[in-house]
């Protein structure tokens, strides 16, 4: 081929991608409006809009089909988003997540839920459960757990006082950013962040900025904030907070331990059907005698329950006594854990189901 006929051949090519294009923004508004009226029908049926389970079913379908030829992750992420955004098309979902604006919490929100939802900042674990019961927001995102720190017990103990659901699981990697305005570490005179960030980063704030005070906050995101305002201090917080708040990096990925990961919560009024890779989360008391919590274990044992979790959390009303939270695979639904739940609800003194959902995917 000369060089005329490579200019042609790209101009043709060129012109095929623009006609494929516009099929592709073709079948995007034709999808958006089938979904809309699929939205009516189901408003009249009387059922959810949200199907959690459906939205699953089409992201597998669409993956098996590919048989790996379009890049699988961007396949991915291209149909989360418009799967996402078609769902606005029935109704733009309220989201309340634990704020400021590009917090973790934020990051997890926005992969459950993709770009398009209503997301609204709340200032602390309790008012995302509140808005969520009253109504005001039809779900919230909550922490629930890092893979160093441990259990956040305010989501924890929230339950107790509140009638909400666990609807849904996801993961989000914890990496540190040390972020100021200038990106200069001569400029900074105090290092903020949330105490689990502080704790993250702490052999290298020893190392790196020995003589310098550090301060807790409320937030790794209300510490970029405050960095955005404050040209004496450096915030720990994500890359997310970086951009958000207009921040330059003095050094990235600051964590003491790699391969830190938060696991949140999606909390709603009511929990998804079974999908066929799903966990089980409970709370429940038991009573003062030896082998109480033994005969509560093996029942999932002898069923070959499997259990990713099993925590205690003292009984705010009586000193010494304790909740116990547990997690476990497979849907309420399912025979046997539904036996199960059945079997220990006769053995404890209380027990809560938390909910069903599915299990979050780690990476
Ligand atoms: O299939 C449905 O029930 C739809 O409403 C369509 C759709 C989709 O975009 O595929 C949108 C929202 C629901 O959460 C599930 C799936």
Not at 43 to 60: S, W, Y
Not at 94 to 105: C, I, N, Q, R, W
Not at 319 to 341: A, M, N, R, S, T
Request: charged share 30%; hydrophobic share 40%; with cysteine.
């Amino acid at each position: 081929m000369d060089k005329k006929e490579i200019e042609a051949r790209l101009k043709e090519l060129r012109q095929e991608i623009d006609r494929v294009d516009r099929t592709i923004l073709d079948c995007l508004k034709r999808r958006y409006s089938i979904v809309k009226e699929v939205g009516h029908l189901k408003r009249k049926l009387g059922v959810e809009v949200l199907d959690l389970n459906r939205e699953r079913a089409v992201i597998k379908k669409i993956l098996e089909e590919n048989q790996g030829i379009f890049p699988e992750n961007s396949l991915k992420a291209i149909f989360l988003e418009i799967v996402h955004t078609c769902r606005t098309a029935q109704e733009l979902q309220k989201v309340a997540y634990l704020g400021p604006e590009a917090t973790f919490s934020h990051m997890a929100a926005l992969k459950f839920f993709g770009q398009a939802a209503n997301f609204l900042p709340q200032e602390s674990v309790l008012d995302v459960f509140e808005e969520t019961e009253s109504g005001r927001t039809k779900f919230g995102v909550v922490p629930v757990e890092n893979s160093i720190e441990g259990t956040v017990s305010a989501t924890l103990d929230a339950f107790s006082d509140y009638k909400l659901k666990v609807c849904g699981e996801v993961f989000i990697p914890v990496s540190h950013d040390l972020l100021n305005q200038t990106g200069r570490k001569e400029d900074i005179k105090k290092v903020i962040s949330h105490p689990h960030a502080l704790a993250q980063c702490r052999k290298w704030l020893r190392k790196n900025l020995p003589s310098v005070p550090v301060e807790e906050v409320s937030s790794t995101a209300f510490a970029a904030r405050w960095a955005a305002v404050d040209p004496s201090v450096a915030a720990i917080a994500s890359s997310l907070a970086a951009r958000t708040y207009h921040l330059q990096a003095v050094a990235t990925s600051i964590e003491d331990f790699h391969g830190n990961v938060t696991r949140f919560w999606v909390i709603g009024k009511e929990s998804p059907g079974p999908t066929g890779k799903d966990k089980t989360s409970l709370f429940f008391s038991i009573s003062d005698r030896p082998g109480a919590l033994f005969e509560v274990l093996s029942s999932f044992a002898k069923r070959q329950i499997n259990l990713s979790k099993i925590e205690s959390r003292p009984a705010k009303n009586e000193p010494w006594h304790y909740f116990f939270f547990l997690d476990c695979d497979g849907h309420i639904k399912d025979q046997k854990v539904k036996e199960c739940v059945e079997e220990i609800s006769k053995i404890c003194v209380r027990i809560e189901w938390l909910g069903s959902y599915p299990a979050g995917e780690e990476n």
